[in-house]
């Protein structure tokens, strides 16, 4: 499994925008809702399991979108399952973490 990833710094927090790879470029909708999956925001490269892992530990603010990703981040104790989003049957989860 691969992810879709974007670091940068936001207000000296590092920030993580992480995304199952296959949503990269994908428009999810719902009713009068549509999300882009876009490759601007999640998509500065492409990671396995492992760093993912490892970048999800150590970021303050987390975007996730996904099955895999939000399940790996949940294993991690990272965010509540009472704070997953659900949009056209992909979970959203966003962490804050300062």
Do not use: W
């Not at 936001?10 to 009713?31: F, P, T």
């Not at 999956?37 to 892992?53: L, M, Q």
């Amino acid at each position: 499994m691969q992810y879709s990833v974007r670091t940068t710094n936001y207000q000296n927090q590092s920030m993580l925008n992480i995304c199952d790879a296959e949503l990269l470029g994908k428009k999810i909708i719902e009713g009068d809702l549509t999300m882009h999956i876009s490759e601007n925001y999640y998509g500065e490269r492409f990671v396995e399991k492992d760093e993912a892992e490892s970048l999800l530990k150590n970021s303050s603010i987390i975007n996730m979108a996904g099955k895999e990703t939000v399940s790996l981040s949940l294993k991690l104790g990272i965010g509540s399952e009472n704070a997953v989003k659900i949009v056209s049957d992909v979970p959203f989860l966003i962490i804050f973490n300062i």
